[in-house]
């Protein structure tokens, strides 16, 4: 059995607003989003920047949202760099401009992930709601790659676009990606409420996955892709977060410390704010990071189970969202007794299942 270990975080993610341009219906934020009154202040935010640094986090996501939605934005990717932290910026890339791509090299970001909605413009928009957001990506990915920064493009696969997978690598490639990521929907946030339409079928998840293969052997040497397929076809759910309060810390645009993103769905969960509370604090003795920590909490089947320090059990909101309970093993398992349920959600989607845009 695992104590639950007191090694910080490899990583903070700062999700720094909840606003966006873009409306994707696959979107992982809460189905409540936050308005800019409520977020953080710049100055909490450089203090909450300090405090990772301090107990020896080594690199931040800052991610949204749009985090260039964010004025400070260069002043806290600055203050990231002065404090030796590897800083990566999450974006849709539709605010990048020319001027906004000189500032934030000038400041130190040393990584840009840069998301497409599709291969193609038509898919992209009905998507992410955004006219002519795919000529900007475009220029954005050249932006990048002129001011010499790491390029990963991320592409998010779902029914209507899973077609188009063998377009979005070579995109990828010729944008000069050092990394593509081919990643199947997660069904949270607003994912989950738009499931029945963005499920794919099993045929597509297949003719998925060997593309992916065929591109990978191809491609090897030249860039790499990873590849996360619907947790729903699994047989073995995926390690979330690398474990509840092991690897990770997310700050909500609020101030919440969160074990994962989606940590707000569980209810009686008391999650504390960095507007009251160090980050070293909450990560070594707050509640809401124990409470899953480790294996010790774990029922059967994961308690008895060869696999429970490699899964860490599942996802805790994942278990929530599918069986009303945040404490079992992830309905993902083969093992666990809710398992048939994926069955049942597989079955009911359908490509014409209207889709609800976030806000
Ligand atoms: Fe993971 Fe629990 Fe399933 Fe074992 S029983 S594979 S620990 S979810
Ligand atoms: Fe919360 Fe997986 S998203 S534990």
């Not at 491609?219 to 729903?232: E, M």
């Not at 076809?233 to 609020?254: H, L």
């Amino acid at each position: 059995m695992s104590a639950p270990h007191p090694a910080p975080p490899m990583a903070l993610l700062a999700e720094l607003t909840h606003r966006c341009p873009l409306k994707c219906f696959y979107c992982s934020n809460p189905l409540e989003l936050v308005r800019a009154s409520g977020e953080l202040r710049t100055e909490d935010w450089l203090r909450v920047l300090d405090e990772a640094a301090a107990i020896g986090i080594l690199q931040v996501h800052f991610s949204g949202g749009e985090p260039m939605a964010r004025k400070d934005l260069v002043t806290l990717v600055r203050h990231a760099a002065k404090l030796q932290l590897y800083s990566n910026l999450i974006t849709s890339g539709v605010l990048l401009t020319d001027e906004a791509m000189a500032e934030l090299l000038e400041a130190g970001i040393d990584h840009i992930q840069l998301s497409f909605q599709d291969s193609e413009q038509q898919g992209a928009e009905f998507i992410g709601g955004y006219k002519g957001a795919q000529a900007k990506k475009m220029d954005a990915a050249r932006r990048i790659k002129n001011a010499g920064l790491p390029l990963t493009t991320n592409f998010v696969i779902h029914r209507h676009n899973a077609d188009r997978v063998g377009a979005m690598i070579e995109l990828g490639a010729e944008l000069g990606s050092s990394r593509i990521e081919i990643a199947h929907t997660q069904y949270y946030g607003w994912g989950l409420l738009n499931r029945d339409g963005l499920l794919p079928s099993r045929e597509q998840l297949d003719r998925t996955s060997e593309v992916v293969e065929e591109a990978r052997a191809r491609l090897k040497g030249v860039l790499t892709i990873d590849y996360v397929i619907p947790d729903y076809y699994a047989a073995r759910p995926k390690a979330c977060m690398g474990g509840w309060g092991n690897r990770f810390m997310n700050i909500s645009p609020t101030g919440k410390a969160l074990p994962c993103h989606a940590a707000e769905t569980i209810p009686d969960l008391a999650l504390p704010s960095v507007r009251d509370h160090s980050i070293g604090d909450i990560w070594a003795h707050s509640e809401a990071f124990q409470k899953f920590r480790g294996t010790e909490w774990m029922p059967e089947p994961c308690q008895s189970c060869d696999r429970r320090e490699i899964d860490w059990g599942g996802c805790r909101c994942q278990a929530l969202a599918l069986t009303g309970r945040a404490d079992v093993a992830d309905p993902v398992c083969e093992k666990s007794a809710d398992h048939a349920l994926l069955a049942g959600f597989i079955e009911q989607a359908d490509i014409n299942a209207p889709l609800k845009a976030r806000g």
